[in-house]
């Protein structure tokens, strides 16, 4: 016979089975639409990589035209990435975009986990990125002022691992469900100011909005049959910290100027605040836009997988529209005259 203990134990087995089939459906749902532009295959520092790149029909060779890179999330791809809809934004507004791939689909973003500590040993994922920049740089005529940088969670903490570590390459950039990790923020010192915004749900069930450990529990039910501790995926500060990081970086002391969204749709049980700073080195800016009961996943898209994994998805507004329009109001203005010497090197 089957003890009571026994039963339980399979109820939480068929239960996560059902579950784990449920999310796979949602999954294959979420990457029906086909990828985007071309695939590129390059070897680096001894490995194979590869990247997607959307080049719009309105490029012209010999005219300067702005370049964004956007990273995928923790466990998915550059053919995920490139179906979100950003390609359709460049194909409008004329500028050539690139969704770089990791390797086995984690990008070394600084956190320093314990779950991919072997893999961030071996991986340098800053050097690729910054590879991928100047092979593009190199083939077409990319102006170097209007260089930008986006990214969703595991794609979002390594985009802002960019800004940090080669801020003289990015004018710009757009960190979605994601902060700082805590390790950066110890060794955080860029060389020069960047506009920075944040797209953030407070109630983000796996990059806490507060800061912390960032947790992905699929199955928390069978946690607890479990004698292996779970291993941490690190750890990152909390958004406001983040923001205030930056707002000395880039030399701003004015205070945000703060609006409420319209609730286009009250069905989705989250609206949005808009907090945004300007006054900084070089024309930048900060913004923040922060998603009151929004949960792991990019306003305005839906990525189709289970809310008691993601939490609610705003849909009031487009966070790919939010990000191009920031991005295309702040290139990297020039340097002043009487600019200090820690900014006065250029690009």
Known sequence: MISIRGKGITVVIASAIILFVITGIAYSQWQRPEPTGEKVNFTHQGREKQYRIFVPESYKNGTATPLVLCFHGGGGSDDQASA???????????????????????????RQSELFVEHDNTIDDVAYAMAVVDRVKDEYTIDSNRVFSMGISNGGFMTQRLASEHSEAF???????????????????????????????????????????????????????????????????????????????NGITGEAAITKLADKDDSDGCSVEKSFWTGGKRGTSLALYKVVGGGHSLPGRDIRMPENIVGQTNQDIDGLE?????FKRHGRGPVPSNAASDDATGD
């Not at 500028?95 to 070394?108: L, Q």
């Not at 796996?206 to 039910?221: M, T």
Request: glycine residues 6%; hydrophobic residues 40%; proline residues 7%.
């Open 171 to 249: 004018s710009a950039v757009a960190i979605v469900i994601a902060t700082m990790a805590k390790p950066l923020r110890q060794s955080f010192a860029p060389d020069h100011p960047v506009s920075v915004l944040y797209l953030n749900g407070t109630e983000d069930p796996i990059v806490p909005y507060d800061g912390g450990e960032v947790v992905l529990n699929l199955f928390p039910q069978l946690a607890k049959f479990s004698s292996k501790p779970n291993k941490s995926r690190g750890h990152c500060i909390s958004t406001n910290e983040a923001i205030e990081v930056w707002l000395k970086q």
């Open 322 to 326: 939010v990000i191009w329009d920031f």
């Open 84 to 110: 979100i809809g950003l390609t359709q934004f460049a194909k409008e507004n004329g500028f050539i975009v690139v969704y770089p791939n990791a390797i086995n689909k984690h990008w070394n973003d600084g």
